[in-house]
């Protein structure tokens, strides 16, 4: 069970800006009025938390958790690490979504335009609870690079949308995981939000050659930090503890 | 020697992108037969304590158009003010409520619902009571990270006046933008909750 204490404030100027111009959208939807700090109150120190029972034993495997007729087109991958917090502790009963295009670059979506093909056998999603070591793995294809409307010829890099649920809802956080070796990284509207090189780094998944299934899937690790909390021992207790 | 912290960084956010709802509600989306649910769309059953409320809005772009690709994300506590959750010390929240709830925004209005119940109020650090709200969380295309905000009850008045979270609003306006008016939907007490991302009726916006 983790400290009661509040969480280290989130250092804003690591993580990308919400008015970042060379990614057009974000113009019109970024507030303008600087964020009101606010110390953690009960409301965002506590989260939901979801039980390993929620989770189906296909959930983690994008390779057969959608296939109709075949295993889907693409590189066979393997992904995994670790949720740990700022204290470099094991965040154990994560909760991690996952979505992707598929290998072409396609996403199973009714809004999606690129012209790349559909694969009948691919859904794109999944999902995984951290174990008591935060650890996590899933098994998928790796997806493709694609082309999307911003500047007239941007691409994405191949990437991997994660969501994660720690234990409190302060917590919260959306990002991406991209591959080792992909020089598109470099060429991102949107990874470049990212103000520092080494927060871009953070987010790329290095090639694993000791995990690999030899003869079946390569293997990428990603390890995922979330906020980290203060030890208790010099903060006033919460009025009812 | 010094003793070297050990200490990392968060990982940086990226845009939960235009198809967030592949991971989040692919059901929605019409990925089917991957999971059942998706989650966090029901909140309340017929064991749920607590006066059941509707909330709906929908969240509008800096020239006034909703956002038809968002995702929002409320966490509450229950009727008695209690989260249910493993880091809630103060007592043993409803254990038919869960608290949490997810939505997408319609693609064709832009609104999202939830039905609810109307949370208990939760004491502040310095123990006085803050007004009943709902802490919401909003993601989209175009949104590098996740927005966290609250909604406050218009038929609340005199909780919110003397609520300390709202009390820190230095532009007194702007506290009219986290409260939702009440109105009535299906018989049921129902608060619309618009959220501005940006322009003069921008909502408040907290860094927690
Ligand atoms: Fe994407």
């Known amino acids: ?241 | 020697m010094f003793q070297r912290l050990k200490t990392l960084k968060e990982s940086p956010s990226q845009t939960a992108g235009p198809y967030v709802h592949i991971g989040a509600t692919p059901n929605w989306v019409e990925i089917t037969g991957v999971w059942e649910e998706d989650l966090g769309l029901v909140l309340i059953g017929p064991d749920t304590r607590g006066e059941r409320i509707i909330i709906k809005g929908r969240v509008f772009d800096g020239s006034g158009t909703p956002l038809k690709d968002a995702l929002i994300e409320i966490w509450q506590a229950d009727a008695d003010g209690l989260y249910n959750s493993p880091e809630e010390r103060r007592g043993k929240a409803d254990p038919n409520f869960v608290g949490w709830g997810r939505q997408p925004t319609d693609g064709v209005t832009g609104e999202y619902r939830f039905e609810t119940i109307k949370p208990g109020r939760v004491p502040y650090k310095d123990g006085r009571l803050m007004a009943p709200h709902i802490t919401f969380w909003i993601v989209a295309r175009g949104i590098n990270i996740g927005l966290h905000t609250r909604l406050y009850f218009g038929d609340e008045e005199a909780a919110n006046a003397e609520c300390p979270v709202l009390a820190r609003i230095e532009h007194k306006h702007r506290v009219q933008t986290l409260i939702a008016a009440r109105s009535e939907e299906k018989g049921l007490p129902t608060y619309t909750f618009d959220i501005h991302l940006q322009g003069e009726k921008e909502t408040v916006f907290f860094d927690i």
């Open chain 1, 1 to 241: 069970m983790s400290d009661q204490g509040s969480f280290y404030q989130r250092d804003r100027s690591w993580h990308p800006a919400a008015f970042t111009p060379q990614y057009k959208t974000s113009v019109l939807r970024s507030p303008q009025y600087p964020l009101l700090s606010l110390e953690n109150t009960i409301s965002e120190m506590t989260g939901p938390r979801f039980g390993h029972n929620k989770i189906g034993p296909l959930d983690n495997d994008l390779i057969r958790n959608y296939a109709k007729t075949g295993d889907p087109i693409g590189q066979r991958i393997i992904v995994y690490g670790r949720v740990l917090d700022e204290n470099a502790r094991p965040v154990p009963g994560a909760l991690l979504e996952f979505w992707q295009a598929n290998a072409g670059g396609r996403y199973r979506h009714k809004k999606e335009t690129y012209l790349a093909a559909l694969d009948p056998n691919f859904g794109g999603c999944g999902r995984t609870i951290t174990d008591e070591e935060g650890r996590y793995w899933f098994r998928t294809i790796k997806p493709g690079a694609y082309p999307w409307p911003n500047g007239v010829n941007d691409w994405r890099p191949a990437h991997i949308h994660f969501s994660i649920f720690g234990h409190a809802f302060a917590q919260r956080l959306i990002t991406q995981m991209y591959f080792e070796g992909d020089p598109m990284i470099w060429q991102c509207p949107i990874v470049s939000t990212i103000p520092d090189k080494a927060g871009i780094e953070m987010l790329i998944a290095s090639l694993d050659r000791n995990a690999t299934l030899p003869m079946d899937s390569l293997a990428y690790k990603f390890d995922i930090v979330l906020r980290g909390r203060r030890s208790t021992m010099f903060e006033n207790r919460m009025e009812g503890n």
